[in-house]
T-cell receptor, first 113, second 114 residues
């Protein structure tokens, strides 16, 4: 069935260092890959997304890369700050059918000051 | 319209009782989704509406669960005969028709079954 694997489950970095979170998807029909940030007790919020016709996308300190052949995509956060501490979820969606997303299990990022 | 609104924010109920949650999506969004999130896990898809039509239901959605979106605007999710395993955060999300329109999530309803 459809599945998205996400690693690592927890990640601690020093302030100013980079953080990388990796996801792998199984459904070949997936063509849209959003990333969500969820702070404790709050709703998931979309921070960046990428479509299958693009290999990389960047927005200030955040970038996402996609390798369709290998079916994996990654989130890169540079110059991390304490306010980046949260749980990050990757997801995979398809333009065929219902456009539902399959989410990964999340990565708890801690940025140490 | 300030986003996706969910009510109530918290619900504590006794096992066996019925509960109903409401979601008001962003007004121009045609698509509405219900997800369930348990501690330490990502959101799991429950069901999807396009306008008033319920187009997909997850196998996770047992016959005790029912969802409606009667006029293509707000939606309700009802759980009958609640069980302790139903305890979770129930998230509603909405989006425009284009697949590359990311979801906007509501703040969720946290259900605790005691």
């Amino acid at each position: 069935g459809e599945n998205v694997e996400q690693h690592p489950s927890t990640l601690s970095v020093q302030e100013g260092d980079s953080a990388v979170i990796k996801c792998t998807y199984s459904d070949s029909a997936s063509n849209y890959f959003p990333w969500y940030k969820q702070e404790l007790g709050k709703r998931p919020q979309l921070i960046i997304d990428i479509r299958s016709n693009v290999g990389e996308k960047k927005d200030q300190r955040i970038a996402v890369t996609l390798n369709k052949t290998a079916k994996h995509f990654s989130l890169h956060i540079t110059e991390t700050q304490p306010e980046d501490s949260a749980v990050y979820f990757c997801a995979a969606g398809s333009s065929s059918g219902t456009y539902k997303y399959i989410f990964g299990t999340g990565t708890r990022l801690k940025v140490l000051a | 319209d300030t986003g996706v609104s969910q009510n109530p924010r918290h619900k504590i109920t006794k096992r066996g009782q019925n509960v109903t949650f409401r979601c008001d999506p962003i007004s121009e969004h045609n698509r509405l989704y219900w997800y369930r999130q348990t501690l330490g896990q990502g959101p799991e898809f429950l069901t999807y509406f396009q306008n008033e039509a319920q187009l997909e239901k997850s196998r996770l959605l047992s016959d005790r669960f029912s969802a409606e979106r009667p006029k293509g605007s707000f939606s309700t999710l009802e759980i009958q005969r609640t069980e302790q395993g139903d305890s979770a955060m129930y998230l509603c999300a909405s989006s425009l028709l284009a697949v590359s329109s990311g979801y906007t999530f509501g703040s969720g309803t946290r259900l605790t079954v005691v």
